[in-house]
């Protein structure tokens, strides 16, 4: 069969995982946090959302984790695998051990298990950061719309391709030390907004948001971020820019 | 029964042309207006990474001349005299380089006070840090552990060789200096010293090209790879040099320990006479 | 018991829902969002292809207006929509687009000059008008005749859900995480909100207002294989089922996408076969042009995946672990090719299979894609059977998709439907009508008997594990109400179904963590997902004809005599096991575009008798208008603008026509 040539599998027994998963309900007064093992047999193509899966239909329904889109693009997955941060669904267990060590993302608020509330904090970010185009002018809808450059399009989407994992935060020790870092995420959100031609803020307003050491001063370019981003967005040449900006806005009166 | 709590809800409207009631949301205000930010944070950040890059700089020309005396005992002493003044003032001026020090040592503590206010200001932050390092097993994260701890140190350290510098200006020279690193034991000091300020030099300047964009090529990603390797190279080379720097020193000291104390006078006396106590 | 109180609810925060809540908002009401996980991880972020909207900016879509996109949409509808409701659609689709662009989509923009393309492994070379340089672009999307996708290179769902997220933030729109609405507060006539369970503790609250708008998007979780993320439950469905006057409507129509990565069921964009992929069964044999000479692996969505399950089904599936497959071959593309035309195919082979697709072959298998039916609701969004109850995006049944939708329609409608909608809550909100005299007892009733339900499910001792007799559905759903459908594996999905709904009342939980525990939600969840799935199983198996993703073996051919009807599934009492099936025929003698042939597909349909009347109507208003613009001529045939809210009203400029 010309279809086993295409398959990389060999003839060799599948693996046992140990899934070691770190427990603890907050909203049980009883629970302190452990590691919990699991043990599964390694199937063909399985990623932790199918393993983890596996274990809760199979060993244990009260493991709490979160999964929504289970393709890489929504960012409801984010965990500490083996101690990195990255988003469980599109994790294969073969690139893994066959210890594998799951916790919660750190820095967020624990709900249980594996599932932290990052929601809560990203709309506390966009609220903080005002992340919305800024346009006085009533928008047209019956005209044509204003042309844009189709680079610029392109690149603003290169930086509006975030997906609020939380990932950027759990990988920055800033972050970790200092609850009100806005961390690269955020300043990744201002660099996209003053990209975007149609916002009309300037960088005087921008400083107001982000112009001290709980923003882009507070950044002491660790690059966790830059290296765990599941979207490898260019997070540490825009904080870089963004930092030369705000300094220029630091010299004037 | 009033269940419905409209409270605040109308307060906010408005007819727009169109007749349509529309709320005036903040996309039509203008950004928080209120009290404007303070401009220091900027400043105090260019600050400290000037001040970073000064020390460097100062640190790698500094390693220059100190390591004069790997050519010859008359290179350095030139050397030292050359930054006492004599050549321009006719006789050596030891306090200049007093205030030399002064200076340096001013942007040291600024530098100092700026970069501290990144340090895990209280345990629950240093655990957290710790923590954190430990799991993720990141480089660039560790190598701003090292700079931490490099600096930590290099405040007791530089803080002691500046202190002798300041207050005897006049001793520098070969064997002066040799006398001071062998017989002053100030050799595992220096040693110690080199390596911090090395390694925190290296590292903080590779961070100031990251912090600020500098050098930045195409692909972030090559871009750092290259900063890297150059962080590496510049490391490697001071602390040989040091090392080697050192080494002449320590060995002229143990040559010279029975005399020491003694002042070095120059093969040719062409250098202006010292004004010193000798 | 806590009560919270507003002037709207909307449940759902996908694009549909953001939209509607800021449309209401904009009008001045008081407007709370609920949702399952934070907005901006709703389903709505998947759609990578793009959304439609009739701009005609490109040299492709040149000639594009209204009219085209209207056209194929009710052919694409396999004239199940309700036209009326496409016209609103189509008109407003640009306008919603423009709007999407100055809050800050990127939408891709035109570039002047020639370009190269690929159309139909061809290499064309196109030239951009100059005019058009920095307008929004398009791409080309199956059954349309113009280009006219706008799109956001493959994120456009992601950036167009980011940005309407944005704004609700912008007008301080609360929106309340984590939350399930677990029923509706109502007295048979009016609802007056939900009861709903926070997810991350398991309290139960209610929420009371005056206008309560569903907006939960699809049900792809009752089948095994699905694109849908694992949230697309549709509980939002279900609790309006429960209420015994929603009815849902044509649920038994469901679309199905033939490349998706097997087994996680993730999409693999049409652009593989449009490039010249091809599909390769268990003995490595390309068998399209088998079925399809003509057209091969091109063939439409619903065509290539009636061949392929009728291929797995005669034995030339490959197999894993997980069941049969067949495979999906992109290596003849080459390297290149694929690292830069197909990056995201690459990127989803690596990191979901492991695999390079320049070298390996993909296992691909069909898998539920969109769901057509949900709650009936009105042209403006106005649910059936309940005042002061709305719906829209895929949640409802608004009835523009008929029998099958087509690409990028969807995420238009979303914020389209919410454009209209929200406005046509605001109006209910504002007139006498959405003046609400709900007593507090009634809340309390609805609050303690959910509360009960809870209670009595997580302290139950029976049998029963809710995961396998989840599973267990799935698994009828996908083999048995799949693809190819005939009224013998109907009827016997409908029986296992029905005892599963009986068994799943014996459901017993093996844990009892406080908080949420997610086994109880489970539970709970299977219990409402077995009745859509007897809605869908059972108006499939009433169904006995053919229409758009409707496909039944036993009866092939569309039946505009008996068929050109809605149904309406009704679960009047908590103890039916099937649900009540109604009809609402659709009316030919109103219709713009009377049924015919699709342009693709079968030609064999049966003619409903008011078919011909009606064509010939219409060819006399043409005949008689010869001379009159197309808007005068289409508002002769069907008159719609009146249904829309003014300020939606007005023409649409496009590039050609200002010019
Ligand atoms: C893989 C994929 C690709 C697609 N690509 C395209 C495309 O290219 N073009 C296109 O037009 N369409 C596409 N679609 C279809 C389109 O994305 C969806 O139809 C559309 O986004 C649905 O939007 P929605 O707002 O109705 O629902 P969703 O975005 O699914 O949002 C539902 C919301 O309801 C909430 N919710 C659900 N139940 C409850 C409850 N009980 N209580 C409270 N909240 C609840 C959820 O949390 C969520 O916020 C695609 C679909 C898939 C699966
Ligand atoms: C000769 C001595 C020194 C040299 C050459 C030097 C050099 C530098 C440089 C170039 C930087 C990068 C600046 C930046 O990131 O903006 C830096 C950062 C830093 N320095 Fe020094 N430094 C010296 C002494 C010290 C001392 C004495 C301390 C501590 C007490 C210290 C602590 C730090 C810290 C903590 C940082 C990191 C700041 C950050 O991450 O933002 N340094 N140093
Ligand atoms: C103006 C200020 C300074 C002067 C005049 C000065 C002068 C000297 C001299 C003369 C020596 C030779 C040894 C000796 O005579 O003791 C020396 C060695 C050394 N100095 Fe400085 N120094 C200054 C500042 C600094 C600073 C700020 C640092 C680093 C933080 C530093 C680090 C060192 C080190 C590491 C050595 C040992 C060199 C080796 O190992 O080769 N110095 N310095
Ligand atoms: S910047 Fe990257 S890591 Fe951070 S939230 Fe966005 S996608 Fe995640
Ligand atoms: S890891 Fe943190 S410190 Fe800055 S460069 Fe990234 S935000
Ligand atoms: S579940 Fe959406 S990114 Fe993992």
């Known amino acids: 069969m010309i279809s086993i040539l295409h398959r990389k599998t060999g003839t060799l027994p599948p693996r046992r995982l140990c899934i070691q998963v770190l ?88 709900i249980g298990d594996l599932s932290v509330n990052t929601g809560k904090w990203m709309r506390g970010t966009a609220e903080r950061l005002q992340t919305w185009i800024h346009d006085a002018t009533p928008v047209a809808i019956d005209t044509l719309e204003t042309p844009m450059d189709p680079d610029l399009a392109e690149a603003i989407y290169e930086l509006d391709r975030c997906i609020e994992c939380g990932c950027c935060i759990a990988g920055c020790g800033t972050a970790q030390m200092r609850e009100d870092f806005v961390g690269a995420i955020g300043l990744n959100k201002i660099a996209r907004f003053r990209l975007d031609p149609r916002d009309q803020r300037s960088d005087d307003d921008f400083y107001e948001l982000i112009g001290d050491d709980d923003g882009v001063f507070g950044c002491m370019s660790l690059l966790g971020c830059h290296d765990v981003c599941p979207k490898q967005l260019p997070l540490q040449t825009q904080i870089a820019y963004l930092r030369r900006k705000m300094a220029v806005i630091g010299f004037s009166s | 029964m009033a269940l419905i709590d409209n409270n605040g809800s ?61 050519i010859s005992h008359d290179a350095f002493y030139t050397v030292a005299r050359f930054f006492e003044g004599a050549y321009f003032l006719g006789k050596p001026q030891p306090l200049l380089v007093s205030g030399v020090v002064i200076v340096i040592l001013v942007i040291f ?88 300020a090395e390694l925190h030099a290296s590292i903080g300047l590779y961070r100031l090209a990251i912090k600020w964009g500098w050098f930045a090529a195409k692909q972030p990603n090559r871009y750092r790879r290259r900063l890297r390797w150059a962080k590496h190279a510049i490391s490697a080379f001071y602390i040989t040099l040091g090392l080697v720097t050192l080494a002449a020193y320590v060995d002229l000291g143990r040559a010279h320990a029975d005399r020491a104390g003694e002042r070095y006078v120059p093969t040719q006396q062409s250098a202006p006479q010292h004004p010193g106590k000798h | 018991m806590e009560v919270i109180h507003t002037d709207v609810l909307v449940i759902g925060g996908g694009l549909a829902g953001l939209r509607a809540a800021l449309a209401a908002r904009k009008r001045g009401q008081k407007v709370l969002i609920l949702s399952l996980v934070p907005p901006k991880r709703s389903h709505s972020a998947a759609a990578q292809g793009g959304m439609q909207a009739s701009l005609g900016n490109t040299a492709k879509g040149a000639g594009d207006n209204e009219d085209v996109h209207f056209e194929d949409t009710v052919r694409g509808s396999d004239w199940g929509a309700d036209q009326e409701v496409a016209r609103m ?28 393309v690929i159309i139909d492994s061809q290499r ?45 933030v912008a007008e301080n729109i609360p929106v309340h995480e984590r ?55 549709g509980i939002g469905a279900a609790i309006a089922l429960e209420t015994g006057v ?82 999906l071959d992109i290596t003849l593309l080459g390297e290149a090719h694929i690292n830069g035309k197909l990056r995201e195919v690459k990127e989803i082979c690596q990191h979901f299979l492991g695999i390079d697709p320049a070298r390996h072959w993909i296992p691909v298998r069909p898998a539920q894609h969109y769901s057509m039916g949900g709650i009936r609701t009105d042209a403006h969004g106005a649910a059936y059977g309940l005042r002061g109850l709305f719906a829209c995006g895929e949640a409802a049944c608004w009835d523009l998709h008929g029998f099958n939708r087509l690409g990028g329609n969807s995420v238009a409608e979303t914020v389209v439907a919410g454009m209209i909608v929200g406005e046509a809550i605001a109006d209910f909100c504002a007139t006498p009508e959405g003046d609400m005299h709900v007593s507090t007892a009634l809340v309390r009733d609805c609050w303690e008997h959910e509360s009960a339900r809870f209670a009595d499910l997580a302290a139950s001792r ?115 096991r099937v649900p009540t099936l109604e009809y609402e025929a659709l009316d030919v003698r109103r219709m713009e575009l009377p049924p015919g042939w699709r342009g693709y597909g079968a030609r064999d349909a049966i003619e409903h008798p008011e078919t011909a009347r009606r064509q010939t109507e219409i060819e006399q208003i043409r005949a008689r208008l010869a001379d009159a613009d197309r808007n005068a001529v289409q508002q002769a045939l069907m008159p719609f603008r009146h249904l829309l809210p003014p300020h939606l009203r007005g023409p649409n400029a496009r590039l050609e026509e200002t010019a």
Not at chain 2, 162 to 182: C, F, H, K, N
Not at chain 3, 196 to 212: E, H, I, P
């Open chain 3, 462 to 576: 029976g049998t029963e594990s809710a995961s396998a007799l989840l599973q267990r559905m799935q698994t009828i759903m996908s083999e048995n109400v799949g693809i190819v459908r005939n009224g013998e594996a109907l009827g016997a999905a409908v029986e296992e179904l029905k005892t599963l709904l009986l068994r799943s009342w014996q459901i017993g939980l093996r844990s009892s963590s406080p908080g949420a525990n997610p086994e109880l939600t489970t539970a709970w969840r299977v219990q409402k997902m077995l009745k859509l799935a007897l809605c869908v199983a059972h108006g499939a198996l009433q169904r006995t004809e053919s229409r758009g993703a409707h496909f039944r073996d036993d009866y092939p051919r569309r039946d505009d005599a008996q068929w050109l009807k809605r149904t309406l599934a009704y679960w009047r009492d908590p103890e039916q």
């Open chain 1, 23 to 110: 427990r603890h309900n907050p909203a049980d007064p009883a629970s302190v946090p452990h590691l919990q093992p699991y043990e599964i047999e390694e199937a063909e193509g399985m990623t932790l959302f199918i393993a983890l899966n596996e274990i809760r239909a199979a060993q244990d329904p009260s493991v709490q984790f979160d999964f929504v889109c289970r393709a890489g693009i929504c960012g409801s997955c984010a965990m500490l695998i083996d101690g990195r941060p990255g988003l469980a669904c599109r994790t294969l267990t073969r690139d893994l051990g066959t210890t594998i060590t799951l916790a919660p993302l750190p820095f967020f608020e624990l």
């Open chain 2, 109 to 196: 503590i600024t530098h100092a006070w700026l970069a501290m206010r990144k340090f895990p200001a209280g345990y629950r932050q240093y655990r957290a840090f710790m923590q954190h390092k430990n799991s993720l097993r990141h480089s660039d994260t560790s190598l701003w552990w090292l700079q931490i701890w490099t600096g930590f140190a290099l405040f007791f350290m530089a803080t002691i060789h500046l202190y002798d510098m300041l207050m005897q200006p006049a001793l520098i020279g070969p064997y002066e200096s040799a006398d001071r690193v062998w017989t002053g034991n100030m050799w595992p000091l220096y040693l110690l010293l080199l390596l911090a």
């Open chain 2, 10 to 70: 109308h307060e906010l409207l408005d007819a727009d042309a169109s007749g349509q009631l529309v709320i005036h949301a903040p996309t039509t205000t203008p950004a928080r207006q209120p009290r404007r930010k303070s401009r220091w944070p900027a400043r105090l950040d260019m600050l400290q990474s000037a001040s970073g890059l000064f020390l460097a700089v100062f640190l790698m020309a500094h390693m220059f001349f100190v390591s004069t005396i790997l």
């Open chain 3, 179 to 233: 939350m399930e609405a677990v029923s509706l507060i109502h007295d048979g006539v009016r609802c007056y909100g939900a009861i709903v369970r926070n997810l991350a503790n398991g309290k139960l609250l209610a929420y009371v207002a005056r206008a309560t708008c569903i907006a939960t998007g699809g049900f792809g979780r009752i089948y095994r294989a699905t694109t849908n993320a694992v949230i697309n439950e």
């Open chain 3, 124 to 168: 064309v070379t196109l030239d951009e008008p100059q005019a058009a340089h920095g307008l929004i672009a398009a791409r080309d999307f199956g059954g349309t005749k113009k280009w006219r996708t706008c799109y956001v290179s493959d994120g456009t769902g992601h950036a167009m859900l980011y940005a309407v997220s944005d704004q609700t």
């Open chain 3, 89 to 116: 659609f189509v008109h407003t689709a640009p306008k919603a687009v423009r709007e999407l662009a100055a809050w800050g989509v990127p939408w891709n923009r035109v570039e002047a000059g020639p370009h190269e």
């Open chain 3, 246 to 327: 929603v009815p849902l409507a044509n649920m038994e129509a469901v679309q199905f996408h033939p490349t998706a990565i097997f087994p996680a069921g993730i999409l693999v964009t049409e652009g593989c076969r449009g490039d010249g992929g091809l599909l390769r069964d268990v003995d490595g044999h390309r068998f399209m042009p088998d079925y399809e000479p003509e057209k091969k692996e091109l063939a439409s969505r619903d065509v290539v995946s009636r061949r392929m399950e009728a291929h797995i089904r005669s034995g030339k599936g490959a197999s894993n672990r997980f069941g049969e497959h067949l495979w």
